[in-house]
């Protein structure tokens, strides 16, 4: 007899996979900026073409021009007189 | 004669140590470059992609029963979870095998397990693959299958020796593999390692129990179907 398992079991398991996904990656112990750059990456691989490709270089970009505007703040003033 | 073979043998297993050890290396140095905010951004945005399908598609395709169905599973999920020394996935399992039996044939939907067809693909099948499957799949497998999966490991296994090399070479590998057998690419995923873990899967044993279990859903090739 061929039997076919049923659609809508496998689509909680899923859903369970998915949860456990979100739970996961919405969990930073972090800055609001850093919560941002998760939202920005994960609207832009459900929403842009390439969307994980897109999203990766998206958020890539977010943190390095961060790093790259820190660079001077993060200068402790005290050695530079050392 | 004998010993220039194994000479030249010897050298021939040097390069091709020395290539996979740069290959393997590689995850290692991704690893180091791709901001965790990023692979953190990558699972919300997978979860929200597999809700939608879950949701979307899976639960609504049979209609009002199925609605049901789902409801049933999510009841007995939500009560079993509480009890962790159960593993949950199991009773869902067998409330689905038990619906399915009950039913009979499905035509409206379900999943099923191919018999292997071992063959290597055609260029185009391979220029196809790589242009549209495997360059997207490039950052969704290096954040989710890979980093974010050592990730947990070291946090729900620690002293495990999960490391990056390991996961990125045997999902390498497998990977390799099951294409010439005419398998789906699959990966060790952190979303099926935690969904695993929340359902009661702790062990290696689990993956023997997901393979025996798949195996009596399998059916012939519908009509249609490549081959």
Known sequence: MTVLFPLPVLG???AVEAGALVWRGSGVRVRSL???????VAATANLAPYGFLSATAVGSLMIHLRR????PAAVDPGRETE | MLKSVAAD???VMSRLDFGRRELSGAFGDIGTDLPPVVVRGIQVGLGVKLGTIAYGR?????G????????????LLAGLLLRPRFPAAVAVLLLGTGWALWHGTNPLGGTAAMPPAAGLPSREALWTGLVLLALPQVPLSLGNSVLATRDLADDWFPGRGVTLRRIGTTYSLFNAVVGVVGGIPVCQGFGGMAGHYAMGGRTGGRSCTTASSIWPWRRSRPSGWAT
């Open chain 2, 64 to 75: 009002g029963p199925g609605f049901y169905l789902a409801a049933a599973c999510e009841l």
């Open chain 2, 9 to 11: 043998l010897r050298i």
């Open chain 1, 34 to 40: 850093d919560a941002l750059v998760v939202l920005v």
């Open chain 2, 58 to 62: 899976y639960v609504p395709a049979e």
């Open chain 1, 68 to 71: 790259a505007f820190r660079a």
């Open chain 1, 12 to 14: 909680v398991i899923l």
